[in-house]
């Protein structure tokens, strides 16, 4: 089995949807969740901070310069991750449009390097 991320991008600026409209997603989000976990796929998962609240390492020679913010500015951010195993990238697609379906947000799947 492969180890595959799947990311979530959330739209910049946005804010935060409706609770009703919310609290619709995280049922739906949590539902994947649990069925994952069921089936042993679930490796990881959690949602993330809005990006200002990233701290930046930049090497520069032997030194390292620390900002605040994200690393760049965009439309969308990273807002959760999910690693899962998979036996291919056709099961593994299926559970990212599952999120997609459930958040109406933009998912990403790409699998981890070195895994067989």
């Given amino acids: 089995m492969r180890q595959y991320l799947i990311s979530i991008y959330q739209p910049a600026g946005a804010g935060t949807p409706a609770p009703e409209f919310l609290a619709e997603v995280m049922r739906k989000v949590d539902a994947i969740g649990r069925e994952l976990k069921e089936s042993g796929s679930w490796v990881f998962g959690n949602g993330l901070h ?54 109406t947000l933009p998912i990403e799947v790409r699998p981890f390097q070195g895994e067989v």
């Avoid at 965009?74 to 559970?95: F, N, R, S, V």
């Fill in 50 to 103: 809005a990006p200002e609240t990233a701290t930046v390492l930049r090497p520069k020679g032997e030194e390292v310069l620390v900002t605040d913010g994200p690393f760049v500015e965009g439309k969308e951010y990273l807002g959760g991750i999910t690693i899962i195993t998979a036996p291919d990238l056709d099961a593994a697609l299926e559970w990212g449009r599952r999120y997609a379906v459930a958040t």
